[in-house]
């Protein structure tokens, strides 16, 4: 394997920027782009996966090229994944990239899938292509471009970000649960974005119970709507609530326990509401619950719920990113809501603690992003 140049860099870094065009769009499938670059460094062909379903980021470059009268022959090309060796929607890309008559293939990330797993690589070495992988903050970035797609790939569970907007002295709602409207206009509408780029978004029945959401994402120009997913031990969830109603513009799946009220069940099933009957409760829960959201093909889930809920994720160790919209107030009182319920740590030494945290303005309110765990 041979080291990276600059030049290598420049147009990996290209890849990933490309790779942008297809969030929101792509899932379950990875964010990939791919640059191909004559022998001097010259770009003769860009592409991303736009939409599921659609070419694939080689692909699409290989088109490019051709698009505008070049040759890929003796070319390299610079993916953000390694190129897929197996037929599913579309045919596998290490194929088409032999059969372009590509030479080289710098490669931003591993694909940890059962069906690919180097698969692709070695298949374009045994024809002769020189494969090369990236290091370095390529690498990292390359893999961190795909983290729900690897996590659901290593665990077959969605990868979790926590939302929560708060007050400078942590709490989310007063003593009597209001909390409309803590956060500003500007955060709102970074959550609306989440919610469009995420696969699922999830609450507790006790936050339907409280505002009644929707849990669209709207005015921020949602290519696809996420699917709700409720919380909700003994399938109460009101038929008349706005979730059920709105079946038309999205999925909406209510998690159980086990022992729920069977003729609920029936009712909510028969309204159009996917159910899904988990083991455990409380904390015990959450893993066998995301494990069948996973199979589903969710791949990430914006956990939006109360502090019960949240409480969970985090004792379930469930909990990959936070987004803690934090601000300018005050609300006071010990029986004001917290951001987390649940049992907690004992000992300062075992806080969960972040391996990166990005801070950023959001209108009025600080926006705080926190990386927990990477895959």
């Given at each position: 394997m041979a080291a990276l140049n600059e030049t290598d860099r420049r147009l990996l870094r290209r890849a990933l920027a490309l790779a942008q065009g297809g969030r929101g769009a792509v899932s379950p499938n990875p964010l990939v782009g791919a640059v191909i670059a004559a022998a001097e460094g010259t770009v003769i062909g860009e592409g991303f996966h736009a939409a599921y379903g659609e070419r694939h980021a080689e692909v699409a470059a290989i088109d490019d090229v051709r698009r505008r009268g070049g040759d890929p022959v003796g070319a390299t090309i610079y993916v953000t994944l390694e190129p897929c060796a197996h037929h599913a929607k579309q045919p596998p890309c290490a194929d088409a990239v032999a059969e372009a008559?590509?030479?080289?293939?710098?490669?931003?990330?591993?694909?940890?899938?059962?069906?690919?797993?180097?698969?692709?690589?070695?298949?374009?070495?045994?024809?002769?292509?020189?494969?090369?992988?990236?290091?370095?903050?390529?690498?990292?970035?390359?893999?961190?471009?795909?983290?729900?797609?690897?996590?659901?790939?290593?665990?077959?569970?969605?990868?979790?970000?926590?939302?929560?907007?708060?007050?400078?002295?942590?709490?989310?709602?007063?003593?009597?649960?209001?909390?409309?409207?803590?956060?500003?206009?500007?955060?709102?509408?970074?959550?609306?974005?989440?919610?469009?780029?995420?696969?699922?978004?999830?609450?507790?029945?006790?936050?339907?119970?409280?505002?009644?959401?929707?849990?669209?994402?709207?005015?921020?120009?949602?290519?696809?709507?996420?699917?709700?997913?409720?919380?909700?031990a003994t399938a109460r969830l009101p038929l008349h609530s706005k979730l059920v109603r709105s079946l038309d513009q999205a999925p909406l799946i209510v998690v159980c326990e086990r022992d729920a009220d069977p003729a609920r069940v029936r009712n909510l099933e028969a309204a159009g509401v996917a159910v899904i009957l988990a083991p455990g409760s409380g904390p015990d829960q959450i893993v066998p619950a995301l494990g069948e959201l996973g199979g589903r093909g969710i791949s990430s889930l914006l956990l939006e719920g109360g502090a019960t809920l949240a409480g969970a994720f985090v004792d379930a160790g469930e909990v990959d990113e936070a987004a803690f919209f934090i601000a300018p107030l005050v609300l006071g009182g010990a029986r004001s809501r917290p951001v987390l319920g649940g049992v907690g740590v004992g000992e300062i030494t075992a806080a969960l603690r972040p391996l990166a945290i990005d801070w950023q303005p959001s209108g009025e309110d600080m926006l705080a992003l926190a990386r927990f765990r990477e895959w």
């Open positions: 008559g590509l030479c080289r293939v710098v490669i931003g990330a591993d694909d940890p899938s059962g069906h690919a797993d180097g698969t692709g690589p070695a298949r374009l070495r045994e024809r002769g292509i020189v494969v090369d992988f990236a290091d370095g903050a390529e690498a990292h970035d390359s893999r961190l471009l795909v983290q729900p797609f690897r996590k659901r790939a290593r665990t077959g569970r969605p990868l979790v970000r926590l939302k929560s907007a708060l007050s400078l002295d942590g709490r989310t709602a007063t003593a009597s649960g209001d909390s409309r409207w803590i956060s500003g206009e500007a955060s709102r509408a970074v959550v609306h974005a989440m919610r469009a780029e995420l696969d699922a978004v999830a609450v507790g029945i006790g936050t339907v119970d409280a505002d009644d959401p929707t849990l669209t994402a709207r005015q921020v120009g949602a290519i696809r709507q996420p699917a709700r997913v409720v919380f909700d």
